[in-house]
């Protein structure tokens, strides 16, 4: 068989399993968990509509100044989560047109998958989930929680009557969302069968995800940092001759003689993405060749041991650490019940952006008297309750950027 008959034949394979109209997961795939309103002249498809929904929410454009590796960079061309998500969709678009999967359902996991980011990275959700453990604020922090919770519960969009609403996206878009993380060790993902309620879930990787294309975004969450995260470190020239020269003998593996000064982000996606695609099956799942499985693990451990374990950033975690715990223990000082936004506007003139912004906050999200009539959005927090005001703090926190956490806790300790 020619290559161009095995490739029409992989996806061929792969379009009876994809998230089409005549799968049998189509119904719950685009289920909402409430009617949404339709135009009589949309053209759009449901993920369509879902990926324009994301790409209009806050929580998306805050993640131009949100960690991907590198805190608070001012130098334009490092990668942010913006950056980041927007490879995702690259690469699972490229992937799902090899394959024959929805292109469309990709690229609305792959905008989305970050939303619930918190500040600072991976290490500013580990400094949250440490708040969360000390004060038993429900269940644990993970980002991928947390961007379910901002796309079911935080983030709202202006309907066509000018009322605020939330974003109410497909089961098959927030499955993708919440079941995106990348950090496994099984090399083939398969989806899973059963149509579960996302909100019990409680760990990153819990099950797998429900669709192949929510498989896909696993594996391009992992693709799109590998060789991304190594050209920042070459940009920022953190590496050690002998680190470059471990890094050069795995590279060697997939392009010979290559050297570290010469290879970049696309020339490492493109290997790995042909690979992938060549050895997917609906059979066995989505998934590489062994070789390259291994050398994907092998660049992977690279890049935590010798970039994201620097110790140049290991003074700023240290900042990061400070920056979250300050505004939390600032935030929680103004707590008195119902009375909780006069109390904190007594502060107003010391702390004008960090009151000024949660209190629209509670406003838009606490059962508050003479709340906004045009707040649809649901209530989330009882200002009678404790528990329910720190939930508060941590939801507002984990919505920061680098920059404006920064900014409050400059305006919290300046004079």
């Known amino acids: 068989m020619s290559t161009n008959q095995n490739q029409k034949m992989q996806l061929y394979r792969f379009s009876q399993v994809a998230t089409t109209p005549n799968s049998e997961k189509w119904q719950n795939a685009i289920s909402r968990i409430y009617p949404m309103y339709k135009r009589h002249d949309d053209i759009r498809s449901d993920f369509e509509r879902d990926y324009d929904r994301i790409l209009?929410?806050?929580?998306?454009?805050?993640?131009?100044?949100?960690?991907?590796?590198f805190f608070a960079t001012s130098?334009?061309?490092?990668?942010?989560?913006?950056?980041?998500?927007?490879?995702?969709?690259?690469?699972?678009?490229?992937?799902?047109?090899?394959?024959g999967l929805n292109s469309d359902l990709i690229s609305a996991i792959a905008i989305g998958h970050d939303i619930g980011h918190s500040p600072f990275g991976h290490h500013g959700e580990m400094v949250i989930d440490d708040i969360v453990k000390s004060y038993d604020i429900g269940k644990k922090f993970w980002h991928e929680?947390?961007?379910?919770?901002?796309?079911?519960?935080?983030?709202?969009?202006?309907d066509y009557e000018g009322y605020e609403q939330n974003m109410n996206l497909t089961y098959a878009?927030?499955?993708?969302?919440?079941?995106?993380?990348?950090?496994?060790?099984?090399?083939?993902?398969?989806?899973?069968?059963?149509?579960?309620?996302?909100?019990?879930?409680?760990?990153?990787?819990?099950?797998?995800?429900?669709?192949?294309?929510?498989?896909?975004?696993?594996?391009?969450?992992?693709?799109?940092?590998?060789?991304?995260?190594?050209?920042?470190?070459?940009?920022?020239?953190?590496?050690?001759?002998?680190?470059?020269?471990?890094?050069?003998?795995?590279?060697?593996?997939?392009?010979?003689?290559?050297?570290?000064?010469?290879?970049?982000?696309?020339?490492?996606?493109?290997?790995f993405t042909v690979d992938l695609c060549k050895n997917s099956t609906p059979q066995k799942g989505i998934g590489?060749?062994?070789?390259?499985?291994?050398?994907?693990?092998?660049?992977?451990?690279?890049?935590?041991?010798?970039?994201?374990?620097?110790?140049r950033l290991y003074y700023f975690k240290r900042y990061a650490k400070l920056v979250i715990e300050t505004i939390?223990?600032?935030?929680?000082?103004?707590?008195?019940?119902?009375?909780?936004?006069?109390?904190?506007?007594?502060?107003?003139?010391?702390?004008?952006?960090?009151?000024?912004?949660?209190?629209?906050?509670?406003?838009?999200?606490?059962n508050v008297d003479n709340r906004n009539p045009y707040y649809r959005n649901k209530i989330l927090?009882?200002?009678?309750?404790?528990?329910?005001?720190?939930?508060?703090?941590?939801?507002?926190?984990s919505g920061a950027t680098d920059n404006f956490a920064i900014k409050i806790f400059n305006e919290i300790t300046g004079f």
Request: charged share 30%.
């Open 75 to 99: 130098n334009d061309h490092i990668c942010t989560r913006i950056e980041h998500v927007q490879l995702v969709a690259s690469i699972g678009t490229t992937i799902a047109r090899s394959l």
């Open 145 to 158: 929680g947390n961007s379910l919770r901002f796309a079911d519960d935080i983030e709202t969009l202006i």
């Open 56 to 69: 209009h929410s806050n929580a998306y454009r805050r993640l131009k100044r949100k960690t991907q590796v």
């Open 328 to 366: 939390f223990e600032v935030l929680l000082g103004y707590y008195a019940g119902r009375d909780t936004i006069s109390k904190m506007m007594k502060d107003a003139q010391f702390y004008p952006i960090l009151i000024g912004h949660y209190k629209e906050w509670l406003e838009k999200y606490a």
């Open 288 to 311: 590489f060749s062994q070789e390259y499985f291994e050398i994907m693990n092998e660049i992977k451990s690279f890049n935590f041991w010798n970039i994201c374990s620097h110790k």
């Open 173 to 271: 878009v927030r499955d993708g969302m919440i079941c995106h993380c990348g950090e496994v060790d099984d090399n083939w993902i398969y989806p899973r069968d059963e149509f579960v309620d996302l909100r019990t879930l409680s760990n990153a990787s819990e099950i797998n995800p429900y669709t192949f294309e929510g498989c896909v975004i696993k594996i391009a969450d992992k693709i799109s940092y590998l060789g991304r995260d190594i050209e920042d470190a070459i940009t920022y020239k953190i590496l050690e001759p002998h680190q470059q020269k471990e890094l050069e003998k795995m590279i060697q593996r997939m392009f010979k003689d290559a050297k570290l000064s010469r290879l970049n982000h696309t020339a490492l996606t493109h290997k």
């Open 381 to 397: 927090y009882d200002l009678g309750s404790i528990d329910d005001y720190r939930q508060s703090c941590i939801d507002f926190i």
